[in-house]
């Protein structure tokens, strides 16, 4: 399984961003899919989840109304988009997945993280 997030970059506060998350090795349209960010010295958090069809979302708390999560299954490919960016949202961007549904998304003993990608919102 490959999860290759992209997107990142730095950006002024109030500013967006777009992320992608590209998936292979999994049947993509089977598989909820989840945004997570780990800050330095922090532990990694799950940001937004998306069920396998993309009729179903959450967001954490200090992400909703800002961020948005979709998904285009013929791309395997899960979005984050990012509005109003504050400071506190710079981290390492990751996605993950899980058959289970988006209820799974929260857990904490995923093997695999592939590459995540860098989001810095200066002040």
């Known amino acids: 399984v490959q999860l290759q997030a992209s997107g990142g970059g730095l950006v002024q506060a109030g500013g967006s961003l777009r992320l992608a998350c590209t998936v292979s090795g999994i049947i993509f349209r089977h598989n909820a899919m989840g945004w997570y960010r780990q800050a330095p010295g922090k532990q990694r958090e799950l940001v937004a989840g998306?069920?396998?069809?993309?009729?179903?979302?959450n967001y954490a708390d200090s992400v909703k109304g800002r961020f948005t999560v979709s998904r285009d299954n013929a791309k395997n490919t899960v979005y984050l988009q990012m509005n109003s960016l504050k400071p506190e949202d710079t981290a390492d961007y990751y996605c993950?997945?899980?058959?289970?549904?988006?209820?799974?998304?929260?857990?904490?003993?995923?093997?695999?993280w592939g590459q995540g990608t860098q989001v810095t919102v200066s002040s």
């Open positions: 993950n997945f899980d058959r289970r549904g988006i209820r799974w998304l929260s857990r904490t003993d995923f093997v695999s």
């Open positions: 998306i069920n396998n069809s993309g009729t179903s979302t």
